[in-house]
């Protein structure tokens, strides 16, 4: 069909679309938990809101705060640092684990600030030491000063810290106003972190009277699970850019199914399907996306130009239009030629264009659901694209038509 004024709408979504995309394959962050110290009453430990003591003579207090008008205070003496725990619960899925809150000391001559993943003895966490100096802290006592950061602190001014932990390879990383500032170091545990613990370490070099208070505001815990890694790569060369021309639950063909049509012609989009440039990817070599076997050779229109493929533990993979097929029963790996576009035919519908569907191992060749290019199923570099059933699952007609039409496939690797 021509390309028409009527493409304007399309290209509009088009770049949303791949702005999203961006962030499609973007980790999600979950907030564990966080306290703002708002909820109890000055003077009292906020038992409350799930805290425990760990060393005695930590309150609530209001006289400072980050968020108004209440922080947690914590003052410890020379040989007795002063600390509270509280309880987290990281996720079996989890990537990564993190600790942020805000801190003042009141002195920068001695040691102070502590703010940890895990308990109060040992783990991931930054702490506050002489000479407005800041250090990683998961280290022991006798080895305090091992692995400094390049940031400093002064007395009297809310500092904001955090600790990332990798819980795949159990290092961690300190941040400071918002800047990295150090990575990389090693946690002396390859446990996940059940509980979180805050306050003031031993005032052991400023030596007599008084003691360090130290107070701390607004702590927050969040964890990142990270996404499962895409099973597919793009079925097209390193460096080559194709376009959805038709997407799920298509007008043309792709009735209920996730199936995706694509194109090289980037107005290809039309409408209701491909559009223009119905000869321009004749003749382009497409690419297996996985380690597989040639199962079966299946014909469309009359002519055999759908090659089905088994994905070794994947999924069958259906991928049509081609010419040069690759014969039945054939080995192949990950982008190994499967076969070329083929040219404008009846078998193609008149628009040469690589299909593309995907159904479950246990259904072989046979006609059977599809599976969106969703979570593991999706390709690397593209966007996650689940089916929309607008929720009610058993009936199509209402579902949205050309779901994911004017996508962009970029392969860059
Ligand atoms: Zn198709």
């Not at 002064?154 to 159990?170: C, G």
């Not at 069958?316 to 029963?329: A, C, D, S």
Request: charged share 15%.
């Amino acid at each position: 069909m021509a390309f028409s004024q009527r493409s304007w709408p399309v290209w509009l979504t088009l770049c949303v679309l791949l702005l999203w995309s961006n962030f499609a394959a973007a980790q999600t962050s979950t907030v564990l938990f966080t306290d703002d110290f708002e909820a109890y009453a000055v003077s009292t430990f906020p038992s409350s809101g799930g805290w425990s003591v760990y060393a005695t003579g930590a309150t609530v207090t209001n006289e400072r705060a980050v968020s108004p008008t209440k922080s947690f205070r914590f003052t410890s003496s020379q040989n007795l640092g002063d600390f509270a725990l509280h309880p987290i619960t990281v996720s079996p899925m989890a990537s990564s684990v993190s600790i942020e809150a805000w801190v003042n000391p009141t002195r920068s001559d001695s040691n102070n600030a502590i703010v940890r993943l895990g308990g109060c003895s040992g783990g991931p966490s930054v702490r506050f030491d002489p000479n407005g100096t800041i250090h990683a802290g998961d280290v022991p006592d006798n080895d305090k000063y091992r692995y400094p950061v390049s940031a400093t602190y002064s007395a009297n001014i809310w500092t904001l810290v955090r600790v990332d932990l990798d819980l795949v390879t159990f290092t961690y990383s300190i941040t400071v106003n918002r800047v990295v500032a150090g990575t990389g170091f090693p946690a002396s545990s390859t446990t996940v972190p059940t509980q979180i613990c805050v306050g003031s370490d031993n005032n052991i070099v400023a030596g007599t009277g008084g003691g360090t208070t130290v107070y701390v505001d607004d702590v927050r815990v969040e964890e990142v699970v990270g996404s499962s890694p895409a099973l597919f790569t793009l079925p097209f060369s390193v460096g080559e850019t194709w376009y959805v021309c038709q997407g799920y639950n298509g007008q043309i063909s792709h009735q209920k199914a996730s199936a995706l049509d694509l194109s090289i012609d980037p107005m290809s989009p039309g409408p209701t399907g491909c559009g223009s440039g119905s000869n321009a990817s004749t003749g382009k070599p497409v690419l297996a996306p996985a380690d597989g076997t040639v199962e079966a050779h299946i014909p469309y229109q009359g002519e055999k130009n759908i090659l089905c493929i088994k994905l070794n533990g994947i999924a069958v993979m259906k991928v049509g239009h081609l010419t040069n097929l690759l014969p039945i029963g054939t080995r192949f790996n990950r982008n190994d030629a499967l076969g070329i576009v083929e040219a404008p035919s009846k078998g193609n519908g008149g628009y040469a264009h690589i299909h593309l569907q995907i159904q479950d191992l246990s259904d072989d060749c046979k006609q059977a659901t599809t599976i969106p290019f969703s979570g593991q199923y999706r390709f690397e570099e593209a966007p996650d694209m689940p089916y929309d059933d607008n929720g009610t699952p058993k009936n199509y007609k209402d579902d949205p038509t050309n779901q994911w039409s004017g996508i962009v496939l970029h392969r860059s690797r």
